[in-house]
Antibody, heavy 124, light 112 residues
């Protein structure tokens, strides 16, 4: 059973870069046609998809965030990571990593499972 | 800002049936893209509830069902139970701009 766990600083200063890592257990991140994804949820609000890295290494980001987002993978550690640059208070949210599939571009695509989420606060 | 609109809240007594709508447009649900649903219990991560409009993953009770028609989709909960009190989100694909995964605004289900 695949499980995901987010880790990283809970507090980031404005204008700095938010960095989070998702560790995958119970399965290899480089096998199968999965889209390893990041999703965030602002406090008391809805869900926002941030982007994915495909098992092949290709990436795709939410057009509204893509100028600030980088998602990368470390297959040796079975981890993938999120970097969000130039953060402001509006980036304060719970950040989730999740496994997406099976086919993003057809819309036959959902997230399962999810990590437990980690709260990142942007404040000086 | 979400492109899929859900009612902020719905409520029902135990045993009743409630439905949650998810209204989109011609660039997402109306274009034929599938709708998926998630349940988020208080303080926890979302959990997949329905995929491909009407399919339930293993372990999801058959009290939950999904449907899609035109530019909208619906999630129905029959035989409402106290443990169903949660937030529910729909999700689909939107072909506007370069294409993106989009979520609904979310609906809080309250069991009276």
């Amino acid at each position: 059973q695949v499980q995901l766990q987010e880790s990283g600083p809970g507090l980031v200063k404005p204008s700095q870069t938010l960095s989070l890592t998702c560790t995958v257990s119970g399965g290899s991140i480089s096998s199968g046609g999965y889209y390893w994804s990041w999703i965030r949820q602002h406090p008391g609000k809805g869900l926002e998809w941030i982007g994915y890295i495909y098992y092949s290494g290709s990436t795709y980001y939410n057009p509204s965030l893509k100028s600030r987002v980088t998602i990368s993978v470390d297959t040796s550690k079975n981890q993938f990571s999120l970097k969000l640059s130039s953060v402001t208070a509006a980036d304060t949210a719970v950040y989730y990593c999740a496994r997406g599939g099976p086919d993003f571009w057809s819309g036959f695509f959902w997230f399962d499972p999810w990590g437990q989420g980690t709260l990142v606060t942007v404040s000086s | 800002q979400s492109v899929l609109t859900q009612p902020p809240s719905v409520s029902g007594a135990p045993g009743q049936r409630v439905t949650i709508s998810c209204t989109g447009s011609s660039s997402n649900i109306g274009a034929g893209y599938d709708v998926h649903w998630y349940q988020q219990l208080p303080g926890t991560a979302p959990k997949l509830l329905i995929y491909g409009n009407s399919n339930r993953p293993s372990g999801v009770p058959d009290r939950f069902s999904g449907s899609k028609s035109g530019t909208s989709a619906s999630l129905a909960i029959t035989g409402l139970q106290a443990e169903d009190e949660a937030d529910y989100y729909c999700q689909s694909y939107d072909s506007s701009l370069s294409g993106s995964c989009v979520f609904g605004t979310g609906t809080k289900v309250t069991v009276l």
